[in-house]
Each structure stands twice: as C-alpha cells, then as structure tokens.
C-alpha cells in the first residue's frame, strides 16, 4: 500500500475562525489528491479534487471560497475551513491515488476531526 | 452526489460465520473498490476489481465485478472479532484525469465473540 498522511488529526475551534488541515503522500507523488467530508454514520462524499500547480475543482454544492484547497506541491495539499461554523463539524479526510497500474487505487488519510464551538 | 447501493446496511454475526454484502449501481464502473472503515480513522483499501467478471482475494477475502459492470459483491469467510467496522464500496469511472470515487452508504459489521 502507500501511506497519506493527514494533521492535525483533530482540532476544536471557535465559531468564525479559520482552520487549515495537511494531507501529505509519504511515500509517493500525487499530483491529484481528493477532499471528502464524512459526518456520523454517514459514507463519505467528495468535495473536491485537488490539483498539483492549477486550481482544484470543486463538486456542486461545495463552496469554494469557504473550502480553499491549495497543492503546492506534489506531496502536499491543504484545506483551510474559512469562518468554520459548527454545521462545518465533521470528519474531513483526503485521498491520493499512487499512480502507474495502481492508479485506480486511492489511499486515505487517517482523517482529522473538526469540531467548531 | 451519486450513491451506489449498497446492502445490507448492517449485519450482526457469531465469530465464525461467513458474510456476504454487495452494490448495485444504475450506470457503468471501470473500477470497483471495498475499502473498511474503524471509528475515527480513515477507510483502508481492501480489495480493487479492474475487469468485468474478476474474482479477487486477499486472505479471506473475496470480492468479484460483476459482468454487467453495474455491481460488486464482498465475501468474508470465517469471521473474527477484529472484522469489525463499516464496510465500503466504491466505483470509479477511469479516464483523463478523472479518478473519482462514488462511494456506497456502507456496511456495518458486528462479529459477536
């Protein structure tokens, strides 16, 4: 398998703060990553995909200036939850798929729990 | 977004049994993938099916993309205690750049010592 990483694994913020999350590809490159949120007892839905050197895209219904991805590089990308509000409370996790033959494959994160007050 | 379906939605079973849950999608997967999912972590790859008809396993696993390309199924034989968690299904569409997963609403399976 390969390893993503993701930090913080939890974070408890104020209402209208900001808050980054790190996903990292240990072992391998990625040049697209995925965003998904899960809430309790629910499957994960997607939010966006994210894109190595150009902008990410996101799926509808996903506010892209509140959710700013950015992937500066090719291990590396991040999701800053702009003005959280507690209905943003959820289990953000991200994905990365290896790449050659196994690119179908997509690995996840560890997830990072996200709880606004 | 899209959902595949995805049964049953939970299962209660004696350590040693065997278990069987599927998905059934109304359109096309290149892909099918089962991931499982432990509280609070995230999904970790079981099993990936990349031709129509194929019969994978991974220890006592076994998983199979139905001929049609519309369904996959998953079969844990011998269960155990540390089989515990939510199963998931996933089907991508491969193709350019887009590798996106649809995922199932899952499978949760309880395994009684």
């Known amino acids: 398998g390969a390893v993503v990483s993701q930090h913080p694994s939890w974070v408890i913020c104020k209402s209208g703060t900001s808050v980054k999350i790190e996903c990292r590809s240990l072992?391998?490159?990625?040049?697209?990553m995925f965003w998904y949120r899960q809430f309790p007892k629910q499957s994960l839905m997607l939010m966006a995909t994210?894109?190595?050197?150009?902008?990410?895209?996101?799926e509808q219904g996903v506010e892209k200036d509140k959710f700013l991805i950015n992937h500066a590089s090719l291990t590396l990308s991040t999701l800053t939850v702009t003005s959280a509000h507690p209905e943003d409370s959820s289990f953000y996790i991200c994905?990365?798929?290896?790449?050659?033959?196994?690119?179908?494959?997509?690995?996840f994160g560890p997830g990072t729990r996200l709880t606004v007050l | 977004g899209q959902q595949l379906n995805q049964s049953p939605q939970s299962m209660f079973i004696q350590e040693g049994e065997d278990v069987s849950m599927n998905c059934t999608s109304s359109?096309?997967?290149?892909?099918w993938l089962w991931y499982k999912q432990d509280p609070g972590e995230g999904p970790v790859l079981l099993i990936a099916?990349?031709?129509?008809?194929e019969l994978t396993s991974n220890g006592r696993l076994t998983a199979q993309f139905g001929i049609t390309r519309k369904d996959s199924f998953l079969n844990i034989s011998a269960s155990i205690p540390s089989d515990v968690g939510i199963y998931f299904c996933a089907g991508q569409r491969s193709g350019g750049s887009n590798y996106k997963l649809t995922f199932g609403k899952g499978t949760l399976l309880t395994v009684n010592p």
């Open positions: 359109s096309i997967f290149n892909t």
């Open positions: 099916l990349y031709k129509a008809g």
């Open positions: 994210s894109n190595e050197g150009s902008k990410a895209t996101y």
């Open positions: 994905s990365a798929p290896k790449g050659g033959r196994d690119w179908n494959e997509q690995f």
């Open positions: 072992d391998f490159q990625a040049t697209t």
